[in-house]
């Protein structure tokens, strides 16, 4: 029997993990300072995000809301919140990369002042090379006191295991 590649051995190591649900994140507070500057970082000032009284105003929401792409840029930083168990099946990560999204909705407007938590479910992993796996999370944006999501999303992850390239 030949020996296991790193990305194949590390694929074996998640499977007990899949299709467990981990989280939540603590609970993480949308401020109108934070969606201002990512307001100007993206050059996204559409009134809904930076103007509190026309918001509230000339809108259903009564106020400012954040980005969607606000809130799905808090995923990687939420993700860090979440403790892996005692055996971490990611130890022969070097380091873990954006990859993309197979599903993306904005199902509920994250208001400012509101707090905003992730949940994850592992799906799958795959080998995409010697040193490298493709890992895809459901994850759920929750928004704290609400009944509906801010957001739902498969999103994609290389974690990349060695010094190897992508296919």
Known sequence: MSELSLSESTVERLQPFIGVKEGPSPWFTVTQDAVTAFADLTQDHNFIHIDPERAARETHFGGTIAHGFYTVSMLSY??????????????????????????????????????????????????????????????????????????????????????????
């Open 78 to 167: 939420l993700f860090g919140l979440i403790p892996h168990a005692d055996d971490n099946p990611f130890r022969d990560a070097v380091t873990m990369v954006n990859y993309g999204f197979n599903k993306l909705r904005f199902v509920s407007p994250v208001k400012i002042g509101q707090e905003i938590r992730v949940v994850r479910t592992l799906n799958s992993a795959r080998p995409k090379g010697p040193d490298w796996v493709e890992i895809a999370y459901d994850v759920v944006v929750e928004i704290n006191g609400e009944s509906r999501p801010a957001l739902k999303a498969e999103w994609l992850v290389l974690m990349i295991c060695g010094p190897g390239k992508a296919e």
